[in-house]
């Protein structure tokens, strides 16, 4: 629901009156208006429309929803895997086969600066993240200075609850639904969809507090994406107040006047930022869009691809995604890559594969036909060409990671220029590389496309790279599953190719959006 993104403002809401943690008396009410006008309430009616369950919503922890310890959702710590690549053999009939008989390292964690804050590995679509490569708050930390004071006091209260992350996570919704019964609306029905994503959202960006331009980027994107939900100023208050008293409770032993304060001047600058961007997007574009199935592709028993037309111009570049709610399940929502780039037709496709529980991924495949309506919102992430440069791009594009890249493939080809393009599409199995015809369809009608099936048991796409190059006069572009991207990033790096080059959506969004 509320996540996080803007520059560091000085901050804009008070502390408590009696300083009571989670009181309520007057914590974070907002000392100046956002920017622009926005309407009232349109956006939550538009949420009690597309369909409630009225007998689900008095409380996600059973019948005592006062009490914390009655629900305990995914732990909130920041996790990675991080899967020791094995070495490939040469290209065989044009496609290249990782050797199976060297056994890859078990997944290790990785610390929390160096890893995604998710809670389970993405496979269901957008193979892309909810924020592009200069998004993500873990790849580009900014200069290494000295931390201020209150980032000193933040990181203090994160080492201390991380052992009991998620007893504060279901205390921090115990007392948000039952201080304020009003918000749970917002929020989907069946409360293990939403995990943990809410309070991992605001901790990942408090973390970061210092780094002021990636920060200001991530949290304007929250911002103007949690429109859809029906988040509007007036819940930011609540949700302090929460964060708060969670904090509060479980880091009791480095609780301290002087730490409250940082956190209510951190929560103060994230969530202004939040409402002036969201502000700002409402003076331009709607909250979500309503789009109409078209037409339903099923080309394997778990992956569609499934094209839509929105009810108005959708604008969007190639490499961006959107979000995506099904009639299905009523607000919850989904990340999925645009396929192609922007057509005359105004249509939009994407690839879906419908992953065990998956209640979205398996709708889109298994039960949208066309006719069906459903919602997108905004599109995001920077994971766009640079038609300004002739550099290369080389593409990385494991599973239906492949839909992002093939859009990335139109976008040049449109534009003219005759850079070479390097396309690396990786799957486990030939059947898996579903749409692998289409990409060679490109490479035939354009002599600057070089496309290279990578098939393999274990997904050592990375490896395959290093077969081939130099790659230091080329734009890295990734998209596919967390490990693959983390694998993939490594493997770039120690073939030469600086991080600036490396784009891809963040990692942490990734997962946190998986089904």
């Given at each position: 629901?509320f ?25 974070f ?75 890859a ?32 708050l ?13 980032a ?11 052992p ?149 111009p ?32 105004g ?9 065990p ?29 640079d ?129």
């Amino acid at each position: 629901m509320f996540e996080a993104r803007h520059s560091m403002n000085a901050p804009t809401t008070t502390s408590a009156d009696d300083g009571t943690p989670g009181g309520g008396g007057g914590w974070f009410a907002p000392r100046k208006p956002p920017v622009g006008e926005p309407s009232s309430g349109d956006q939550a009616s538009g949420e009690r429309s597309s369909g409630e369950r009225s007998s689900g919503d008095q409380s996600p922890f059973g019948e005592r929803a006062e009490s914390a310890e009655g629900r305990r959702p995914a732990a909130i710590r920041p996790l990675g895997r991080h899967a020791a690549p094995a070495p490939v053999a040469g290209p065989t009939d044009g496609r290249i086969r990782a050797d199976r008989d060297t056994g890859a390292a078990p997944d290790s964690v990785r610390p929390p600066r160096e890893a995604a804050a998710a809670s389970g590995p993405r496979t269901d679509s957008l193979t892309q993240a909810s924020e592009p490569r200069t998004d993500s708050l873990t790849r580009h930390p900014g200069p290494a200075t000295p931390a201020s004071p209150d980032a000193v006091l933040v990181q203090r209260t994160m080492a201390e609850i991380g052992p009991v992350a998620d007893q504060v996570t279901s205390y921090f919704y115990a007392l948000l639904f039952t201080r304020h019964p009003d918000l749970r609306p917002l929020f989907p029905v069946a409360m293990d969809t939403q995990r943990d994503r809410l309070l991992k959202a605001l901790l990942t960006a408090a973390e970061h507090i210092d780094h002021t331009e990636v920060l200001t980027s991530y949290l304007r994107g929250l911002g103007r994406g949690h429109r859809k939900y029906g988040t509007r100023p007036e819940h930011y208050p609540a949700v302090g107040e929460s964060l708060i008293g969670a904090l509060s409770r479980y880091a009791s032993a480095s609780w301290d006047e002087a730490t409250e304060g940082a956190w209510v001047r951190t929560y103060t600058t994230i969530s202004q930022i939040m409402i002036d961007a969201a502000a700002e997007d409402e003076l331009r574009a709607p909250a979500w869009w309503f789009a109409e199935v078209v037409s339903h592709d099923l080309r394997t028993s778990d992956i569609a691809v499934v094209t839509v037309r929105p009810d108005q111009p959708y604008p969007f570049l190639a490499g961006q995604y959107t979000s995506l709610e099904t009639p299905w399940w009523p607000r919850i929502w989904r990340h999925y890559s645009f396929a192609s780039a922007p057509r005359a037709d105004g249509l939009l496709s994407f690839h879906v594969r419908a992953v065990p529980a998956g209640w979205v991924s398996s709708a889109l495949v298994h039960r949208a036909r066309p006719g069906d309506i459903l919602r997108l919102g905004p599109p995001a992430g920077s994971m766009t060409v640079d038609h300004t440069t002739d550099s290369g791009l080389l593409c990385l594009g494991g599973g239906t990671g492949i839909a992002p890249i093939k859009a990335l493939v139109e976008d040049v080809a449109e534009h003219g220029r005759r850079r070479p393009v390097e396309v690396f599409y990786g799957a486990r199995t030939d059947h898996d590389l579903y749409d692998i015809d289409t990409m060679l369809r490109l490479q035939r009608a354009h002599p600057w496309l070089a496309v290279r099936p990578v098939v393999d048991q274990r997904a050592q796409l990375p490896d395959a790279v290093r077969e081939y190059g130099p790659w230091n006069e080329y734009d890295a572009y990734l998209s596919g599953p967390p490990g693959m991207i983390r694998n993939g990033v490594d493997a770039l790096r120690d073939i030469g190719i600086p991080e600036s080059r490396i784009r891809h959506d963040s990692v942490e969004e990734l997962v946190a959006a998986g089904d």
